[in-house]
């Protein structure tokens, strides 16, 4: 899997201020509350910055962040220090991943998993995940779905100009292959100028049937999908599932 977020790193949480993690953490504690208990070990892979493993820490669970980007890690690490959290963060693929231990809860939250784009990948994240969880540990994660994927992200352009930041952001859907590829522009102030950053990502759009058919393959159970943030079922016009599949 390659590194698609090493220059957007120290952009990303700035991007991302609006959205509160806090509540996505009180979502997730409730969603492994329900399916698992309290969970004495928590691996979350593609933790990116630490938005959600830094909350979830606060909240005393002993959790391990894993990601592929040195970048994001660097930032998690100091945002770990900052809150006062232990956390360990481990620079790893997840498409390939080696961990000694085993843990009662893994996650992968705010689109990791639309990173994998090849799903013979997914298998191996999947099996991977498998391997590393205790037998009964749940694995919990999201996508965002294929509706918002194809429908409103699709082939459309978004823009936002902030006090010292404006970017754009241009988006194609190809309906073949279910991937939509994002190149993203951004002028940042510099002075008196500004300075331009270009990024290229690559998001697969996966239909829940997918996804399940994945899970039941490699002998998941109690396979659950729910409408983001809610305990009801996903709808056809989701935006963000969350899946729950126990080893």
């Known amino acids: 899997m390659v590194d698609q977020y090493c220059g957007f790193a120290h952009l990303y949480d700035r991007l991302m201020e609006d959205v509160d993690y806090e509540d996505w953490a009180n979502y997730v504690e409730k969603v492994m509350v329900q399916n698992r ?29 894993l990601d592929i980007s040195k970048d994001m890690l660097m930032i998690a690490k100091n945002k770990a220090l900052e809150n006062n959290t232990n956390i360990l963060f481990i620079e790893q693929d ?10 009662d809860c ?74 939509i590829e994002m190149d993203l522009t951004f002028f940042i102030q510099d002075g008196k100028y ?6 290229y990502h690559v998001q697969r759009a996966y239909k829940s049937q997918e996804i399940i058919k994945i899970l039941n393959e490699l002998d998941f159970k109690d396979i659950k999908e729910y ?21």
């Open 94 to 103: 997840m498409i390939n991943l080696e961990l000694e231990e085993k843990f």
């Open 194 to 199: 500004y300075k331009k950053e270009e990024e």
């Open 227 to 247: 409408d983001g943030f809610t305990f009801n079922p996903s709808k056809d016009n989701s935006e963000r599932i969350f899946f729950v599949a126990k080893k």
């Open 106 to 179: 893994i996650l992968s939250m705010c689109d990791g998993i639309n990173y994998i784009v090849d799903i013979n990948d997914l298998m191996k994240v999947f099996q991977g995940v498998y391997n590393a969880l205790e037998d009964g540990g749940v694995f919990i994660f999201d996508i965002s779905s294929h509706y918002k994927i194809k429908n409103i992200l699709g082939n459309n352009t978004f823009g936002e100009n902030l006090e010292d930041l404006c970017y754009l952001w241009e988006n194609y859907f190809d309906e073949g292959s279910n991937t």
């Open 37 to 65: 208990n309290k969970p004495h070990k928590i691996l979350e892979i593609a933790c990116g910055t630490g938005n959600v493993t830094i909350p979830l820490a606060k909240k005393g669970y002993n959790i391990l962040g």
